[in-house]
């Protein structure tokens, strides 16, 4: 089993910047793609970013526009969401997924594990 704790959520002001962080435990397996995903308060869950195991160019969303960056550290264990430009849009539960694989996509359903989420709200 593979466990994820994600943190780094809050309350930001709008141009603000949070980073959030996923720290991955357990079974990880060799080689996997790690990803971030939320869900805006009535919507569906939207990808955001992944990354790949090492070499591969990692994916994001078109809403971004540039102002997330997603990171992994060098034991590859941790992801991190950086955010910028913040704007009350972004307000959404952040999850953090791990696929078993080294390749990243924008499928959630292709990932087979998840964290519990972060809440972040930015404010006008």
């Known amino acids: 089993q593979v466990q994820l704790v994600e943190s780094g959520g809050g309350l930001a002001q709008a141009g603000g910047s949070l980073r959030l962080s996923c720290a991955a435990s357990?079974?990880?397996?060799?080689?996997?793609?790690m990803a971030w995903f939320r869900q805006p308060p009535g919507k569906e869950r939207e990808f955001v970013a992944a990354d790949g195991w090492r070499g591969h160019t990692p994916l994001y969303a078109d809403f971004m526009e540039g102002r997330f960056t997603i990171s992994r550290d060098n034991t590859r264990t941790t992801a991190y969401l950086q955010m910028n430009t913040l704007e009350p849009g972004d307000t959404a539960v952040y999850y953090c997924a791990l696929r078993t694989s080294a390749l990243a996509t924008r499928d959630p359903q292709t990932y087979q594990y998840w964290g519990r989420g972060t809440q972040v709200t930015v404010s006008s």
């Open positions: 357990g079974r990880t397996h060799s080689s996997y793609a």
